[in-house]
Structures are given as structure tokens and as C-alpha cells.
């Protein structure tokens, strides 16, 4: 397993900035969160590729700030919208293969939004397939404010759509959701795909590595056992932590934690 940081943990900073920072504090594995749809698109892709060169940047997943038009424009009544939201999902999916980005974090429908469970699932294979076109894959996460926060979904996805369901496993969401991301990897297995880790306590569920009580070993470890050897990346909000050197020691004490623990 890999560590690694997103670029979200330094929102608001501006994408550019916030990549480059990482990058500068010694970070070498991210995921992007495109902010805005100018931020496909030059100026700011090519001043994020020349970081990446310059500083061997791995770009792992690529996470849309579609997530409040989702419910509306995939899982809609309104055909058109679909096949309106997945011709725009095809420019993300084309600044994926500029960096070689392989993951496309979706938050997916909400449970205000109604959408029956075998819609939801067609919809997301017309996603998958799509993304599969680009030679990238679109993964699910278990958002607590979300469809996807239901376990029980999420088995129901895996069993409905076999290989094309992939899934991310975010660990604070999990715990917000009720649900130990221990259990959901024991249901959800090698369909786990990508991982956005942050540790949890009693001081709260959006932690910096070591800082919380739960058993980070033994979540990864069941992780391994299942054949996940992706990214661990970390996902904090910007009070979980002081400055973006704070940030990256930390990446560097999980990085050497998973190679000491032979992860």
C-alpha cells in the first residue's frame, strides 16, 4: 500500500496551489478535488502537469465537486440528463489520463431523491462503462449524507453488478454512517478499490494518523487480506491539522507505518 494526501484537505487553497504545495512539502502520491470546471482546463492543467513533472507527482483518483448536481442530473426521471451528465463526466475522465489518474470518486444519489435500487445500479454501469472507455474506473463512496451510506446497498451493488462495482471506502463516512469500516471491508472485499483514511477517537472521527483510538492495523491488514494494495489517502478537513508541513509529517509517519508493518 501507498500513502498519500488529497488535495482536499487544503480547501479552500485554490487546486493549483494546494497540489503544489503538497508537492513542495514532499508529498509524491495525491488525489486531485477539482474545485470547478475552469480547473480542467488550462491554465491550471498545465501548470499542474509541470508539477507533476518537476516533482514526480503520482496522481491516484480524481474526486468531482459534482456531488450536489448528482442526484439530479444521474439518478434523474429525465433521460436527457444522464446522458448530458455522462458526456460532462468524459472531460473528467480526459483529465484523468493526463496525470494517468486511474480512480473517479462518485458521492453519488441522496435518500431525499428517490431512485429505485435497480435504476441506481444501471445508471452507475452506464458510468463504469463510460469511465471504461477512457481506461479509468468509477468508484462509489459511502458518503453518510448519501444512498451510499447503507452497507446493505453497497452488498446489494457488489452482488448486483459483480466486477463493474467498485467502491471507496472512506473511514470517517463509515463511522458517521454507523458502520465499522472493518465490517465493510469483510462485506465489500476486493471490490474495494480506493481508500480515503483518517483516524478516529474520542477527540473526534476526522483525525490525523495516530491520533485517534481505532485499530488502523487491523482495518488495513483486513484490507490486505482481501488483496487491496492501493492507496492509503489520507482525507482530512483543514482544522484536523496545523500547516501543510503538520500534513506531510504525518504522511511520512503513515508511509513508514505501512512499511514497517509490511502493508
Not at 444512498?147 to 458517521?176: I, W, Y
Not at 469483510?186 to 480515503?196: N, R
Not at 481505532?214 to 484536523?240: P, Q, T, W
Amino acid at each position: 500500500m501507498k500513502a498519500g494526501v488529497s488535495t482536499a484537505c487544503l480547501y479552500p487553497t485554490e487546486v493549483e496551489k494546494a497540489f503544489l504545495q503538497l508537492a513542495r512539502n514532499g508529498i509524491r502520491s495525491t488525489e486531485i478535488f477539482v474545485n470547478t470546471h475552469c480547473e480542467l482546463h488550462d491554465p491550471y492543467l498545465s501548470e499542474m502537469l509541470a508539477v507533476q513533472h518537476e516533482y514526480g507527482m503520482e496522481v491516484v483518483s480524481v474526486h468531482p465537486f459534482t456531488c450536489g448536481i448528482e442526484p439530479m442530473m444521474l439518478f434523474t426521471k429525465y433521460e436527457r440528463r444522464v446522458n448530458d451528465m455522462l458526456d460532462y463526466f468524459k472531460k473528467f475522465f480526459e483529465y484523468m489520463n493526463f496525470f494517468g489518474a486511474k480512480f473517479f470518486v462518485l458521492h453519488g444519489n441522496k435518500p431525499e431523491n428517490y431512485c429505485p435500487d435497480e435504476k441506481y445500479f444501471e445508471r452507475f454501469l452506464k458510468l463504469q462503462e463510460t469511465a471504461e472507455s477512457f481506461g479509468v474506473t468509477a468508484v462509489q463512496e459511502n458518503v453518510s449524507r448519501c444512498t451510499g451510506r447503507s452497507l446493505d446497498f453497497l452488498v446489494k451493488m457488489k452482488n448486483t453488478l459483480g466486477d463493474k462495482a467498485a467502491f471507496v471506502l472512506d473511514t470517517k463516512q463509515a463511522l458517521r454512517s454507523e458502520n465499522d469500516p472493518i465490517q465493510m471491508v469483510k462485506a465489500l472485499g476486493s471490490s474495494i478499490k480506493h481508500l480515503h483514511f483518517s483516524d478516529s477517537g474520542k477527540a473526534g472521527d476526522c483525525l490525523k494518523f495516530g491520533f485517534g483510538e481505532y485499530d488502523d492495523l487491523a482495518l488495513l491488514r483486513e484490507m490486505k487480506a482481501c488483496g487491496y494494495n492501493g492507496s492509503v489517502m489520507i482525507e482530512l478537513y483543514k482544522g484536523s491539522f496545523e500547516n501543510v508541513p503538520d500534513l506531510a509529517d504525518n504522511y511520512r509517519t503513515l508511509e513508514k507505518f505501512l512499511k514497517d508493518n509490511n502493508l
